[in-house]
């Protein structure tokens, strides 16, 4: 018996990611209420109406659209912790590799070029934690699947598309995005066909995805709130905080990081491909290549989705090239065959063995935590039972939700918060004017704020709270004559650690 290579490459991966604590999703600030979403779905058996995680937005109506990829965590979870929550993210980037290779295997009939163009578009996505988003992830590779089969002659393929953005529209927001590129396609093969004056090509090729866009819209109307997934993803796509780079993810993409330099790399690929190629490319897949590279540019997500749905365009780009002749075709034929089924188990277990035991010794991800979320900070609050209204940075809401269960000021859900909330407290922290009034509005018991935040000193200067605990990413502040019995401590100055590195 046999397995064919592709398999236990992608098995490996599996294997490899599935122990890596890193991977559960614990490093991110959205990962807590994600998966507490999921386990109160679970517990409840109903959709959550109104925030209660928050004392500044307590009641306010809120829509948890993506509500069935929280379940699925908040499941993953509860079965195993964050194994559990590690092994589901595994699974769906191994699952979005696995269909990113079956489109390109409709360009490339040798199936180690397909899964290379396919690891190589995704490979950043290896890295990503645990969250909803690594289903838009799946859903644009099942997409470009579904049209790679479409474009090649199966006929057929579009009949999966609305029962794809049905399921996908309760899984996460990035479904917009994915029938927004389901519409860019089928109007590029639409211009391409009228500027050849072939209306043979307009009717058979154009209008069939046309209307499976269109069914497809009316698909996503499948979910508990209607044509309300679409005003929660049209207000994430109105926020300030995104288009102006604030969120880390939404910022504009940079070749200086990681995902920045896959992303160059993946478009210089597709660009030398194009040029190099005995084929031209059609219209269609040159204008493809431009709107991908410009919206992949915008911002760290979109750069993800980006990558994912160049596998199509790289792989037809690439087949007519005399690198693909070289490494693909001939004698090269011969390293595309079948591999024992011994052999795949044993190449199997080993990886998994050793990502286990590397998973045991590599304390990377809890140096990570401590320096970016208020892990410390947290277990002195619980310690001695602090407690009240707190006044918090985003990033450590979830946090402080999932570990403390105590209401927050403000967290990641900037869907619920709005750009005010969130450009007044960055505004506060940084010691602007109205500081102090931004403050006593809120009137907080506890102040947990980062370190380097001008903000904690004007407040401990200002006599009106003062410092409990300092940890490493985060200080602890209470009111002046709050809970007395916890002496005042001195707090290091910001700098201080930047400076003692020149």
């Known amino acids: ?10 098995a490996c991966l599996f294997a490899y990611r599935a122990p890596s604590l890193a991977g559960s999703g614990i490093t991110d600030p959205d990962y807590y209420w994600h998966v507490s979403y999921g386990e109160w779905i679970l517990g409840h058996g109903r959709l959550p109406t109104e925030d209660f995680w928050s004392w500044t937005f ?41 269909a990113s290779y079956r489109a390109a295997r409709y360009f490339l009939d040798n199936r180690l070029a397909a899964l290379a163009v396919a690891i190589g578009c995704n490979s950043v996505l290896i890295s990503l934690a645990c969250r909803p988003h690594q289903f838009t992830h799946l859903g644009l590779a099942v997409l470009t699947w579904v049209l790679a089969a479409y474009q090649t002659g199966n006929r057929r393929a ?11 529209v309760n899984l996460h927001g990035g479904y917009a995005f994915g029938l927004m590129y389901l519409g860019m396609i089928a109007t590029l093969v639409a211009v391409e066909a009228y500027m050849q004056r072939d209306m043979a090509t307009l009717r058979a090729s154009a209008v069939p995805l046309f209307i499976a866009a ?20 049209i207000q ?10 604030i969120v880390d993810e939404w910022a504009a993409t940079s070749i200086k990081t990681d995902a920045g330099l896959s992303f160059f790399l993946v478009a210089s690929a597709v660009a030398a491909a194009m040029s190099l190629t005995k084929q031209r490319p059609s219209v269609s897949q040159v204008l493809t290549a431009l709107a991908l590279g410009a919206i992949g540019w915008s911002a760290v997500r979109l750069s993800l989705m980006a990558t994912v749905l160049t596998v199509p365009l790289l792989a037809s780009a690439i087949r007519g090239t005399a690198f693909y002749d070289l490494a693909f075709s001939g004698e090269a034929r011969r390293y595309d065959r079948p591999a024992h089924i011994a ?7 080993l990886v998994l063995v050793a990502s286990v035991g590397m998973s045991t010794i590599d304390k990377t991800t809890e140096r990570y935590m401590a320096s970016k979320l208020p892990v410390e900070e947290v277990a002195f609050m619980k310690q001695h039972s602090i407690d009240g209204k707190i006044l918090n940075t985003p990033e450590s809401g979830g946090y402080l939700i999932r570990q403390l269960g105590a209401k927050v000021s403000i967290d990641t859900r ?20 109205g ?22 000193y004007h407040l401990a200067d200002s006599g009106l709270y003062r410092a409990i605990f300092e940890g490493p990413a985060y200080t602890v502040l209470v009111r002046r004559s709050y809970r007395l019995d916890l002496p005042t401590v001195s707090m290091t100055p910001a700098n201080q650690a930047v400076l003692e590195l020149l």
Not at 159 to 167: G, K, Q, R, S
Not at 215 to 224: E, M, Q
Not at 236 to 245: F, H, V
């Open 58 to 98: 307590d009641g306010h109506a809120y829509r948890l659209t993506q509500w069935l990829g929280e379940v699925c965590m908040g499941f993953a979870n509860q079965v195993a912790g964050h194994l559990g929550t590690s092994v589901l993210a595994a699974l769906l980037v191994s699952l979005t590799m696995a």
């Open 343 to 349: 052999i795949a188990t044993g190449a199997i277990a």
């Open 214 to 233: 269109g069914v497809s819209l009316l698909a996503t109307l499948l979910n508990p709130y209607g044509w309300g997934a679409w005003h929660y993803a």
């Open 1 to 10: 018996m046999t397995v064919s290579i592709p398999f236990i490459v992608l």
């Open 158 to 168: 579009l009949y999966w598309l609305p029962p794809l953005f049905a399921l996908w």
């Open 414 to 433: 900037l869907d619920l918060y709005g750009d005010r909330a969130l450009f007044e407290l960055l505004f506060a922290m940084r010691g602007d004017a």
């Open 435 to 456: 500081w102090k009034e931004y403050v006593s509005h809120l009137d907080p018991d506890v102040v947990l704020l980062n370190n380097p935040s001008p903000l904690r």
């Open 236 to 245: 994430i796509a109105a926020l300030k905080s995104s288009s102006a780079g």
